[in-house]
């Protein structure tokens, strides 16, 4: 086990070289590319504990049908927390089937941080750093002091992809904290304050709930969050025009 | 550099072969993107003097694809790419012109390290160039020739993507990680084939489609642009921009456009046509303008198709402009058969055709292979398309544009004259022009439509029921410099007070140097959709000013930057005298000059002073006077300090605007101003 009470400096360079050299391929890749579908490695071997976690008191929900991709909230999550506008430093990605066209509504998936009841995250964090923040509403944070950049939330997270995010630049893995630590913006956050990507999204298609969704798929997190409205015709319509000219002159 | 920039523009001569850097801080002084792609291609088009500037096709031909500082900023509206060189659409010259293109393209752009990519040169065989941060190849493109625009955007994924799957799982590229895939700006078929109706595609219906630029590419063996950017842009102080933006949204009242975007959005959109469940077709960039322009119909179903097929080809919509809207007109001349259309291209050009006669199977213009009588037809559009892209029979002629079109049928003088060629100047599709006469005088001064809304909500009907001498003159508070002239509002167009205070007078010379040099800066080198900013009702100069110093730390005031606006408005001012432009050559066509010339005052009407009072009037008579047009000339150039006689930039102009290094160059050539 990684000796936590050495300084954070030693910590980082010892542990996380012991955990790259005990760990498998995967780990030593960069704790990325693409994961087998059940936690591998050394510092995995151990089955997952039945262990009961205090609940988050936060959890974003998201509609997928009302999400334009434009990719606002990625934008102000690596603002927020990185001070860089960074969409590989955020941690709630939008990915867009693009450029293979895939049609409304199978073309945007939306990756947020469940917050969940169970984290595996947090459980096999070797060093603590993958926490429970129980002095602010029991979300599950990653302490970028404390983390030892070596992967093993990245590789625990059971969705894909990941919702730990790695940070090349810092070496460390990183996730949602429903925006408890925002060094370059000064709103609260947290279950009682704001998040920026839930205060950004031009289409309201990020909101924040106290009560956890649905744990058992990716559709108690997608939920609908007002009636699809949805437009039609010509944007020349706005004009109350006739937009049927071409129709009616050619006849 | 100040924040927002990543200080280093891409620049790939496709002959040699060669990737060179510029650095960004050499064009720091012109903003970002149309600024600096116009001083770019000043430095190696023009400044060289090794090209006469003819033909568009040339390698020599120089195409600067730039974003501004506030792209991938997370500032909304924002992140549009600019496209600009050697235009070969404008007629009869090919005109120096810009387009430019929403989607992320200029995002990832950033995101890779690059505020531009600047194309020369001509490759000796297709290819295509792959940029993944800072690792730049020209890739072998001979398997992707031929292929439609959303084919070559597959293709390309495929090779640079990897086996990732979508949606599922992150790609390591380097020490970085992504789950974006590339973003690729392309051309189809029409490119490869150079017709001068080709556009630039990004994803799967945002195009640059003002000036025939995908024709560029194809003359330069050039397929496509793919980009991977895993990396961060620095900006002064993330959270003024988080700030400003919360602001702007939860103040928002809906805008002056209607369909424009609203404060959201990290890119240009979306806007409500863009919404991605408003069309079957995938969203977020949705082909919204084209089902306006190319295929109006209340079959949705078909209307995509037709877009489809468009944008696959790479056909630009706006050059196959049919028309959106039209309206009855007294006095127009009578083939308008009392529907003066608003807006016109090549498609109501061959609705003129056909029903005047000369159009049809064995006819003085023979429209093998198009099937005519499916005029409104999903198969009739999808025809058109297939026969220019195949340049077959009609299509080899359309492919040209519709003066050079007209030019084969011997019809160019009559059609022109006679206003069936509805184009005000330069061959460039008509939209919206009159009465919105800034508009028209910036299609004469530029090299084709300006596609800027700015003034057309501000000066109609108030919509809050202000009276309209009083919305005017809060108007006129917000155009900095040009403060306090609420005679630039004024539209009356005949009579002495034309040209005392209306459409002749220096009056109206501000207005137009206004939209201008507001437009050169904010909207094509700050890069905002245009239909987002400006808001001359509410946010416009605060809202600018305020994302611009959050991002990059200066503190320019408004002025400042409409300073830098006219700077760049000269340089491109000076490229179009090198070019040839001259007082002489710059004239509207016949039609703007007659009943009939005016359009749809779409906001209720346009401010009208006369006799001591304001009205709003739509002015559907409204036509130019060929003396008026010419007195409001010697107004502008005097405004803008280029002489009187041809309206070149004086020296004097020049010095005062810190573009000394354009001196020599225009003096050597014989058209250096003088005051």
Known sequence: MVDTKKTENDTKSVSRRDFLKKGSAAIAAGAMGVYASQPTGDALADPIREVSYLPSKGYIVHDSRLCFGCQSCMYACSMAHEGVASPSLSRIQIIRD???????????????????????????????????????????????????GCGTCIESCPQRPHRTVWNPEKDISMKCDLCLNTPYWSNKGGPDGHQACVDICPAKALKLVHEPPLQTDVNGYDVELAPPQVPSGSFMDVFNQDSDDNQKEGE | ??????????????????????????????????????????????????????????????????????????VPGAGRTNVCGLSPETFPTCEFWRSNLGGRFGNMMKLAGWDGIVVQGRADKPVWINII????????????????????????????????????????????????RPEILCIGPVGETKSRLAALITGSGVSAR??????VFGAKNLNAISVTGTGSVQMSDPEGVLKARILQMKTYTGGDIPFASGPGAASCMPCLRADRRRSNYYGGESMCADQSWYFNNRNQTAQDKACEALIKSGLSSWSLHFHAMSIEIEGAPKFYRKKVPTDSGLGWYLQFLKEQGLLGPGKQIDSAPLPLDQWNELSFREALIDCIVRREGIGDALAEGCCRA??????????????????????????????????????????????????????????????LE?????????????????????????????????????????????SRHYSAFWNESMAFCEMFLPELHSYTPEMEIMYYKAVTGKNDSFADTMRIGQKIWTLERAIR?????????????????????????????????????????????????????????????????????????TRKTLEKLDLERMIKTLRDSGKLGTA
């Open chain 2, 470 to 514: 009083e919305s005017l003159e809060k108007l006129s508070k917000r155009t900095i410099p040009y403060t306090d002239d609420i005679f630039m509002f004024n539209y009356a167009w005949k009579g002495e007070e034309a040209w005392k205070t209306g459409i002749y007078s220096p009056h109206k010379a501000k207005q137009v140097a206004w």
């Open chain 1, 98 to 148: 693009a450029p293979s066209f895939t049609k409304y509504p199978y073309d945007i998936v939306m990756s947020v941080c469940r917050q969940c009841v169970t984290p595996l995250c947090v459980q096999n964090c070797p060093t603590g750093a993958c926490h429970i923040d129980t002095e602010n509403g029991n979300v599950r944070v990653i302490d970028p002091n404390e983390c030892i």
């Open chain 2, 133 to 180: 941060n800072d690792q730049v190849k020209i890739e072998d493109g001979k398997e992707l020739w031929g292929l439609d625009t959303w084919e070559t955007q597959n293709r390309i994924t495929s090779m640079v993507g990897g086996k990732t799957r979508y949606g599922e799982e992150w790609q390591q590229i380097g020490d970085t990680y992504t789950t974006t």
């Open chain 2, 1 to 74: 550099m100040t924040g927002g920039y990543t200080g280093k523009i891409l620049r790939i001569d496709l002959t040699t072969r060669l990737i060179h850097m510029i650095d960004t801080a050499k064009y720091e002084e012109f903003g970002g993107g149309y600024g600096m792609g116009t001083a770019i291609f000043w430095d190696l088009a023009v400044a060289p003097g090794e090209w006469d500037l003819k033909d568009a096709y040339d390698p020599r031909n120089v195409l600067p694809i730039m974003v501004g500082p506030l792209a991938a900023t997370g």
């Open chain 2, 210 to 215: 003002i000036g025939g630029h995908g024709a």
């Open chain 2, 406 to 467: 007209a030019q084969k049928w011997g019809r160019l003088e009559m059609d022109r004259d006679s206003g069936a060629l509805r184009l005000p100047a330069w061959g460039a599709t008509s939209h919206w022009t009159m009465p919105f006469v800034e508009w028209a005088y910036a299609y004469m001064l530029g090299a084709g439509d300006p596609a800027w809304h700015g003034f057309m909500a501000p000066t109609g009907v108030p919509r809050d029921g202000t009276p």
């Open chain 2, 577 to 649: 005298v090198m070019h040839g432009r001259s007082r002489q050559t710059e004239d509207f066509y016949p039609y703007m000059y007659m009943p009939g010339a005016s359009g749809l005052a779409v906001y209720g009407g346009v401010p009208i002073y006369e006799k001591g009072k304001w009205r709003s009037d739509p002015a559907p008579d409204m036509y130019l006077d060929r003396k008026g047009v010419d007195d409001f000339k010697s107004h502008y150039y005097a405004l803008e300090g280029w002489d009187k006689e041809h309206g070149w930039p």
